[in-house]
Nanobody, 121 residues
Framework: QVQLVESGGGLVQAGGSLRLACAAS????????MGWFRQAPGKEREFVAA????????EYADSVKGRFTISRDNAKNTVYLQLLSLKPEDTAVYYC??????????????WGQGTQVTVSS
């Protein structure tokens, strides 16, 4: 089992920034690919970013490329998502996910409770 706890969400004006964190426990974090997803009201959950176990491979959704940065600190069992140049359309609940593989894949087995990000115009 893996437990994931997100933090760092909040209310910010358009153009502002936030840094989300996801603390993991219960599985060898350093051998697990991690991802961030988001779900806006009335929409399906969508992929935002992912990072392989050792950080060598990173993927982003086109909508956040150049604005968001995913990183991880395996010594702290934590994955981060830096959000810059935020737009109102970035408003969503952001979820952390853990894979069952070390490489980025579609096998997201564990999910956090989510943290709300609200961007005002």
């Amino acid at each position: 089992q893996v437990q994931l706890v997100e933090s760092g969400g909040g209310l910010v004006q358009a153009g502002g920034s936030l840094r989300l964190a996801c603390a993991a426990s219960g599985r060898t974090f350093s051998s697990t690919a991690m991802g961030w997803f988001r779900q806006a009201p009335g929409k399906e959950r969508e992929f935002v970013a992912a990072i392989s176990a050792r950080g060598g491979n990173i993927e982003y959704a086109d909508s956040v490329k150049g604005r968001f940065t995913i990183s991880r600190d395996n010594a702290k069992n934590t994955v981060y998502l830096q959000l810059l140049s935020l737009k109102p359309e970035d408003t969503a609940v952001y979820y952390c996910a853990a894979s069952v593989t070390s490489s980025i894949s579609r096998s997201w087995a564990y999910w956090g409770q989510g943290t709300q990000v609200t961007v005002s115009s």
